[in-house]
């Protein structure tokens, strides 16, 4: 057992070289302690305070699709889920998700879905491209899986700017408890060196306590994080959707997910950490608890409130009937009652 001096040496080491071995994440993440975690936030807000203040950013989140033709274990719009109901948003439904957003004061739109097929390069290039000149003061961020190097500098052509694609664990054999065969860690990382290549705003993540996920696994995030410098980092916990193979596994916890976050903030001090939905969905204060150990972005969806309940990638995923507006004004007063405040600034990353 090591002690709190041990791994608040470690915490000190990590915010000022930005840089700790295999064994010393390791150390950090296995010994942690409720002591060394209030240290660690403390830090992490001190950190985040002094390069991007008390704001937070908010991106208008717009679940287009969730057909999808991958299987991961853990999703529940995978494509065996016999259950879900499928459905698809129209070019027109997007441009008026984007336009009620932007009349709330969003100035980043995130679309994301499932890897569906009627969504070809060129459809999506469509649909950014519309929105890149109605809209050219937003930044456009894509969520929408592993495509071809020419499919992502078509969209990036048309007009993206971002690009979401959590690695979801680095480890391969890891990566393999969570995926069918046709998908590999592998490919998932040289499609993150891609999208960086062509000069995206790159985000990526992991889930938290994922079946079958060390601390070990946890470690080699940590690395890969260290090599890739992404802008954004989005990390949840794992929560079971009952028509998956993981139906029956317990859920990540906010003790960890919120630990990890603080390591990340002082791993990536400019990076921009969302306080994701699943946090908020495992703990009614879990967001809160995200922004207080260091992140600094949150996503209210723009989605139409008819097809949100579809979007269901977990169980009991937090998807309220409320308008956009109404959930602003909710996670507005829930950021003050904290002492920070949401900012409709288009929000770039300071770490390039
Ligand atoms: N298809 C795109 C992709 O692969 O990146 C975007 C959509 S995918 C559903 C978005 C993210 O949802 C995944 O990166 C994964 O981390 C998360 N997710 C899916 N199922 C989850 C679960 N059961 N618990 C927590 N997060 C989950």
Known sequence: MMDIKHITDLIDKLEQTHALTRDEWIA???ERTPDAAEYLFERAREVRIRHYGHDIYIRGLIEFTNYCRNDCYYCGIRKSNK??????????????CCEAG?????????????EDGYFTDERLAHVVS????????????????????????????AGANRYLLR????DSDHYAR???????????????WNLKKIGYQVGTGFMVGSPGQTCENLADDMLFLTELNPQMVGIGPFVPHHDTPFGKYASGTVELTTYMLGLIRLLIP???????????????DGRERGILAGANVVMPNLSPARVRKKYLLYDNKICTGDEAA?????LTQKMEAIGYHITAARGDSLNM
């Open 130 to 157: 519309k929105i890149r000149t109605r809209w050219p003061d937003c930044a456009i961020t894509l969520s929408v899986g592993e495509r071809s190097y020419e499919g992502y500098q078509m969209l990036f052509d």
């Open 102 to 114: 932007y009349r709330l004061g969003f100035r980043t739109f995130v679309l994301q879905g499932g």
């Open 270 to 284: 400019k990076a921009l950490l969302p306080s994701t939905t699943a946090l908020g969905t495992i703990a009614p």
């Open 326 to 330: 109404e959930s602003v004004r909710n």
């Open 167 to 170: 690695h979801e664990t680095y």
């Open 178 to 192: 969570l995926h069918p065969p046709a998908l590999s860690a592998d490919h998932r990382q040289k499609c993150l």
């Open 28 to 30: 950090l993440i296995q």
């Open 83 to 96: 259950n879900a109901l499928r459905y698809r948003l129209s070019e027109e439904d997007i441009l008026s």
